[in-house]
Each structure stands twice: as structure tokens, then as C-alpha cells.
């Protein structure tokens, strides 16, 4: 993560088995392409069955040829030497670090122990109907998208000379994988006899590949759409269905067979346990990715631990498998043979100093610490954020390259000397307002005299001492200089920092200096101008409210 030169290096021990919770067709893909990387893999699943059988046919395309690939999948894996199949299995506990993990299963009541260097979430979608929505109860011609897909799968004759309507997107927002089980049922239906589609859409969601090419197959081959505002009046229990025609713009009637209705796409439930056991951060509606660009397209906030396909959106086949090849990728990058070369110096613990309170193991985004007698910062899981260094009540970590004896000097080479221009110290996460700043320089941009920008490995590493002592020593003005929220490699780095900029500001206030010589900037690698005007805007304010008292 960061550009730190280390010279002491060492080499470490990896367990190479890989675990992958979940036996659905991801889980399945995933297990058959780390095992062709060379690695063990341990497949657990809390359900008995496994691949195509479980669950909603979320992922099948209603094609006999198709489906015979999934089937040569599912008898791989079960046939495989170096993948070890467990239904009816969960994950229990998890400890440990990447490349060195040590999880519980528990299977038929009993704990059976592993050890494993990765771990690969894959868990599956669920469905909920939708009947409720609608005002339909279930019944033989009122069918969910599941039902209808299960009917198409065993014999399609039920649909010769019948007429099917389609709803979707009146009883929720959706989704473009909704959108494509849909759109996948009506090109199922070509070739059916005398079979007649329609599909009723409010939203129609096809910004995923191939989607708008199978729609347009859909309606060249007879499927009717109709893109309406509100939502159809559906009498008789499906069987009647009136609405206005926004072409016609005048009241239809249309007689239907059967009605076919949306289903509401959901996480696993076991999400959430999951994330409590494996210590990652939950995103948005229940999936196990944070929002964060740092993280695409498979990384959790912590080394070694892996999401893929449904467990972290609402992906379809393709690109769910695109998510195991880069699985697969991640891992051997990640394992190896099982040995690895680490810096020795990447985040160093003063034993002496280190009373075991355990704030750098609450605090580290990336669950790269444990303890034995002291805090111990795994050189694999560590990215050398610095976050724990400026937390540690005793001063008691210190990151390579970034040690707090550097950066004070480098404090104090910046507000020594001066002509009488506004003595500005800017602290920069290196992997965006540092950039941002040398692209301002590089493109001659306007940048006060007095600047200097000081770099560190990210902004969770701007310590409160550090600003302090910036403002004792003199500088007029301090920046703090972090990523955008949700844009943070270290994942909460930015936020500490912003945390430790409110501190010091309520700090100023108390001792009678003006908390406008302090600021919280965020900025990408990329605004070059914005940081430009962001410096300018503080020299300017600067010049306002007169020089520091503190100066030298």
C-alpha cells in the first residue's frame, strides 16, 4: 500500500489451504479454479444441497446446453481429490491472520478445527415473493419467478397455447439481474406453441451486458412490453388484467393464463454472522463490501478474506465468475507456495512500552493484529496505514519510514526560516493529496511560498501531537489532507484523521488560538487544481487573521 523502502526483510510460513463458505454455483466455480491453482480447498455450505439444487435457479439459463456445463461443474468439484465438500456445515469461530487463519466448523453439533492462509465468501441470493404487493394470493396459474422457472426447467408443454404476463418492478425498485430472470423466462417461452408474452414494467433495468440484446431478441421474436407508470389493476386472482396503454392512452384489457410476479432479491441471511465472525465491514442492503474503490472488484477490508459474486452485489453469472478469476488471482498472489518475503520494519512494537490495552486492535481496519504478551502486527495482514501508531495511548508502534521522530523533524524543517510569507504545513496521505500537490506543482499551478507539504502513508497516520506540535513550532496555518470519504485505502483513515482535526480544533479553542489555522481537506490523486486552491484559500485566510503568536 505504501511506498516505503524497507531493508530488513524476512521470510514467513502460509498455510496454503483456502476456505469457501458457500456451495451455491459461485461457491462451486470458486472452489474448481483455486484447486486448479495448485491449492486445497475446504467447501462448506450450512445447507445440504449444493450447485444448481440449492436454492432459487437464480443463475441458469433455461438452456439444456448451458445447464450441462453446470452440471460438468458440479460433478468436478465432487469428484475432485483436493476439494473437500462439507454440507450442512458453518463457520463457527475465526481467528488469526491472512495466511495463517485458524476457523472452527461445526458440523452435526460437532467443532472440527482447519487451518487455512484464505478464506473466499461466495454465499447465495434468496428470494421473497411478492404476492402481497399485488394483491394475489399463490395459486396454479399465479406464479413466482422461482415457480415459473422450476415449470420451464421440467416441461414447457404447460405452456403450449397458453398466455403468460410478466410484472416487474411495480412492487419494488429492482434490480437488472430481477430484469434478466425475467427477460431469460420470456426467451424460454420461443419456440413454445401457440404460447403468448407480455411482460408489464415500470423501470426497465437493463444496464448489465447482454441485457438490452435480450430484450430486443424477446420482442423480435413476439414478446409484448408495455412500460407503464402504475401498476396494472390484476382482478380475478391474475386472470383479468386492466391498464391504461401509453400508446393508445386509453384503458386495455388483457385475459391471462398465467401471471408471472417479481421476487424480491435478497443476501444471505447468514451475512450478517458472517461479518461479525470474520471481523469485515457490511455495505449496503446486507452485502459484505463496503462501497469503496479500493476494495473492487473482490477485497475485504482485511488481507486475505475474499468476497465474490452474490455476497457482495447483485451480480449475475457472468460476472460472478470474472469475480472468481480474480479470486483465484488474489490468492495466488497471496499464498504462493506458502512462503513470503515481509518487512521486518513495517509496523514495529516497543515490547517496553506496549501495556496490552488492545486500542490497536479495536482501531486497525484491517484486523491485522492480535497479542501474546504484547500487540503483534502480522508484516502479511498490516498495510502500514499507521492508524494504530497514532492511536496507541503510549506511543508504543512506530510504521517504517514514517516514524514520529521523522515526521516532528520534518515539522520542524518546515516552519524554520521564512521571508515573512504564511508558514503553511500541509500533511498529505500519500495516496492522494500528495499526488494531487505534486501535479499542481508540475503543471505550475499557484501554490503560497511558505507551503510545505509533508507526506505520509495515509491520513489515519496524522497524529494529534503531530498538528500540536506543527502549530507550537510556529506554522501559521496547518492542512490536513486526506482521501474522500468511502475512497480511503486504509479504509478508515481518513475518518481518524477528520476525528483528530475536530479534537485539535476544540483544543485551539480552549488555549485562545483561532481554529481557522486548521483544516480538513479531502482530495483525489487527480485534483491537481483543487489542491492548488485549497492552499491558496488558506494563505489567503492566513492573512486575515495575521500570523501566528507562536512564530519564531
Known amino acids: 500500500m505504501t511506498d516505503v523502502i ?16 458457500g456451495g451455491g454455483l459461485i461457491g462451486l466455480k470458486a472452489a ?46 465432487k469428484a475432485s481429490k483436493t476439494i473437500q465438500l462439507m454440507n450442512q456445515t458453518r463457520l463457527g469461530r475465526a481467528v488469526g491472520v491472512a495466511g495463517d487463519f485458524t476457523v472452527e466448523l461445526q458440523q452435526n453439533g460437532e467443532g472440527i478445527e482447519k487451518k487455512v492462509g484464505a478464506i473466499v465468501v461466495a454465499t447465495d441470493f434468496t428470494a421473497r415473493p411478492l404476492h402481497e404487493a399485488y394483491g394475489l394470493t399463490p395459486a396454479e396459474n399465479v406464479l413466482t419467478q422461482s415457480r415459473m422457472e422450476e415449470m420451464l426447467a421440467a416441461d414447457k408443454n404447460a405452456f403450449v397455447n397458453k398466455s403468460v404476463a410478466f410484472f416487474v418492478g411495480f412492487a419494488q425498485e429492482g434490480n437488472p439481474l430481477v430484469m434478466e430472470r425475467i427477460l431469460r423466462a420470456v426467451l424460454a417461452l420461443e419456440g413454445v406453441h401457440g404460447c403468448k408474452a407480455c411482460v408489464f414494467v415500470n423501470n426497465l433495468k437493463v444496464a448489465s451486458d447482454g441485457l438490452e440484446r435480450m430484450y430486443k431478441m424477446g420482442r423480435e421474436k413476439g414478446a409484448v412490453y408495455f412500460k407503464l407508470k402504475e401498476k396494472p389493476s390484476i382482478t380475478e386472482n391474475g386472470k383479468r388484467i386492466v391498464f391504461k396503454d401509453p400508446v393508445l392512452r386509453e384503458d386495455m384489457e388483457i385475459l391471462a393464463d398465467f401471471v408471472v410476479l417479481e421476487e424480491q432479491i435478497q443476501t444471505d441471511q447468514f451475512n450478517e454472522t458472517l461479518a461479525c465472525l470474520l471481523r469485515i465491514d457490511m455495505g449496503p442492503w446486507g452485502f459484505l463490501q463496503q462501497d469503496n474503490v479500493h476494495l473492487f472488484p473482490v477485497r475485504s477490508n482485511r488481507e486475505g478474506i475474499y468476497i465474490v459474486g452474490s455476497s457482495r452485489d447483485f451480480l449475475g453469472l457472468p460476472w460472478s465468475f470474472t469475480d472468481v478469476g480474480n479470486v483465484a488471482l488474489e490468492i495466488k498472489d497471496l499464498l504462493g507456495a506458502g512462503k513470503r518475503l515481509v518487512p521486518k520494519d513495517r509496523a514495529v512494537v516497543d515490547e517496553g512500552k506496549c501495556v496490552i490495552c488492545l486500542t490497536c486492535y479495536r482501531c486497525c481496519p484491517h484486523g491485522a493484529i492480535y497479542w501474546d504478551n504484547k500487540a503483534i502486527i502480522s508484516p502479511v495482514a498490516c498495510q502500514a496505514c499507521g492508524i494504530c501508531a497514532s492511536e496507541c495511548p503510549m506511543d508504543a508502534i512506530q510504521i517504517g519510514g514514517y516514524g514520529d521522530a521523522d515526521i516532528l523533524s520534518k515539522v520542524k524543517t518546515g516552519v524554520a526560516g521564512g521571508n515573512g510569507a504564511p508558514r503553511i504545513l500541509a500533511f498529505c496521505c500519500q495516496n492522494s493529496a500528495y499526488e494531487a500537490g505534486e501535479m499542481a506543482g508540475a ?89 492548488s486552491a485549497a492552499v491558496a484559500d488558506m494563505e489567503k485566510k492566513i492573512q486575515e487573521i495575521g500570523l501566528s503568536p507562536m512564530r519564531k
Open 6 to 21: 524497507h531493508m530488513n526483510m524476512e521470510e514467513v510460513q502460509l498455510a496454503t489451504d483456502v476456505l469457501v463458505i
Open 32 to 77: 474448481s479454479e483455486i484447486s486448479d491453482s495448485g491449492y486445497r480447498v475446504i467447501l462448506i455450505d450450512k445447507d445440504a444441497a449444493v450447485g444448481s439444487q440449492k436454492g432459487p435457479r437464480f443463475f441458469l439459463s433455461l438452456n439444456k446446453e448451458y445447464d450441462k456445463g453446470v452440471q460438468a461443474l458440479e460433478e468436478k468439484v
Open 443 to 531: 503543471f505550475d499551478k499557484p501554490m503560497p511560498e511558505g507551503l510545505q507539504m509533508i507526506k505520509v502513508p495515509c491520513a489515519g497516520k496524522i497524529d494529534l501531537d503531530h498538528i500540536m506540535n506543527a502549530l507550537a513550532e510556529g506554522a501559521d496555518g496547518v492542512l490536513v489532507m486526506a482521501c474522500h470519504k468511502g475512497n480511503c485505502k486504509s479504509v478508515r483513515g481518513n475518518t481518524y484523521a477528520g476525528w483528530r482535526v475536530n479534537d485539535a480544533h476544540r483544543m485551539l479553542q480552549e488555549a485562545g488560538l483561532e481554529s481557522d489555522r486548521l483544516r480538513f481537506v479531502t482530495l483525489a490523486s487527480n485534483m491537481g487544481n483543487e489542491f
